[in-house]
């Protein structure tokens, strides 16, 4: 059971993890509330996880127990990256100083760009 309602990509991180190892990928996925959108997102993911509320819990980890996925998700690695643009990917946020070192010319960088 995860909770999606504190660090929902903490609990999408430990999802997909258990999901990619062969020895843990069996194991029922339950998530349990979390923001409509990351929701979403993970869903996505892991289509074959289960989604509740609190209030539903009981009944959630009983049918996640009774039928755990036959063939489960597995997410790639960077699945949950791919709609990211890369400065995001990369940790870079407006107002940052990127320096490169060992960068090609500034010649050189224009032509491999251009063609």
Request: glycine share 6%; aromatic share 8%.
């Given at each position: 059971m995860i909770d999606l309602s504190r660090l929902?990509?903490?609990g999408r991180a430990i999802a997909t993890m258990l999901r990619q190892r062969k020895a843990t990928r069996s194991i029922p996925i339950v998530f349990v509330e979390g923001d409509p959108e990351k929701v979403a997102r993970i869903r996505e993911t892991l289509p074959?996880?289960?989604?509740?509320?609190?209030?539903n819990i009981r009944?959630?980890?009983r049918a996640a127990i009774e039928h755990p996925p036959r063939e489960p998700a597995v997410p790639g690695t960077m699945?949950?990256?791919?709609?990211?643009p890369?400065?995001?990917?990369?940790?870079i946020k407006p107002g940052?100083?990127?320096?490169?070192?060992?960068?090609p010319p500034a010649s050189k960088l224009s032509s491999d760009l251009a063609g």
């Open positions: 929902p990509s903490h074959d996880a289960v989604y509740a509320r609190w209030r009944s959630a980890l699945d949950a990256y791919s709609a990211s890369l400065p995001k990917k990369l940790g940052s100083v990127v320096l490169l070192l060992g960068a």
